[in-house]
């Protein structure tokens, strides 16, 4: 159980696109889920927290007009990535808290991440 | 922000039980500690997390230092498929999850 889906897995697109990622739980509904973004050889980077219905919280130096994220329903949030530059290529992974005893002594639960390429 | 240190990497003996050690000295009463790993171009897999007591589950033990700043994730018998990074991470109040550097566990056979 507690599965989390991430699609796509892999994006190769030009300078100048716009990139959705879409972040499903499967087999529970998240309240809370949470955006991350990796470089080669670090650590994850909390990106930002949505939480179902509301307008997402984002962390410190994330532009939140360039990280567009919609939570929508219980079960899905997505991460656009608008005007996609080189220096945003990254593996971008998401997870999701099952709300299940109120969230917060459940863990996340992770996606399998998108590695996004900008040529 | 509270944060996490934790050595960059080390080295186990499969079937051995391995120590892998976390200090978090600036961390407040209500932080949970988290524990994941990651394999290579994977998401992390939760392991284990607590708050103040000694936890167990089926993948390994959580030993948490009377004070909480330091804490311990042990596996008991090592296996190749335990090699990933390792990350000891904060949980800040309701939301906010600080990652630390991780340590990357190599298991010899």
């Known amino acids: 159980g507690a599965v989390v889906s991430q699609h796509p897995s892999w994006v190769i697109c030009k300078s100048g696109t716009s990139v959705k990622i879409e972040c499903r739980s499967l087999d529970f509904q998240a309240t809370t889920m949470f955006w991350y973004r990796q470089f080669p050889k670090q650590s994850l980077m909390l990106m930002a927290t949505?939480?179902?219905?509301?307008?997402?919280?984002?962390e410190q130096g994330v532009e939140k007009d360039k990280f567009l994220i919609n939570h929508a329903s219980l079960t899905l949030s997505t991460l656009t990535v608008t005007s996609a530059h080189p220096e945003d290529s990254s593996f971008y992974i998401c997870?999701?808290?099952?709300?299940?005893?109120?969230?917060?002594?459940?863990?996340?639960?992770f996606g399998d991440g998108t590695r996004l390429s900008i040529l | 922000d509270a944060k996490t240190t934790q050595p960059n990497s080390m080295e186990s003996n499969e079937e051995e039980p391995v120590h892998l050690p976390c200090n978090h000295s600036?961390?407040?009463?209500?932080?949970?500690i988290h524990w994941y790993r990651q394999l290579p171009s994977q998401g992390p897999e939760y392991v284990i997390h607590g708050l103040t007591s000694n936890v167990n589950n089926r993948m390994a033990s959580l030993a948490i230092a009377e004070d909480r700043k330091s804490s311990t994730l042990i596996l008991h018998r090592a296996t190749l498929r335990d090699a990933a990074v390792y990350y000891c991470?904060?949980?800040?109040?309701?939301?906010?999850?600080?990652f630390g550097t991780g340590t990357r566990l190599k298991v010899l056979a």
């Open positions: 997870s999701a808290r099952d709300r299940r005893g109120g969230g917060l002594n459940q863990p996340q639960h």
């Open positions: 600036t961390i407040s009463g209500t932080d949970y």
């Open positions: 991470i904060l949980r800040l109040g309701t939301y906010k999850y600080i």
């Open positions: 949505s939480n179902e219905g509301s307008k997402a919280t984002y």
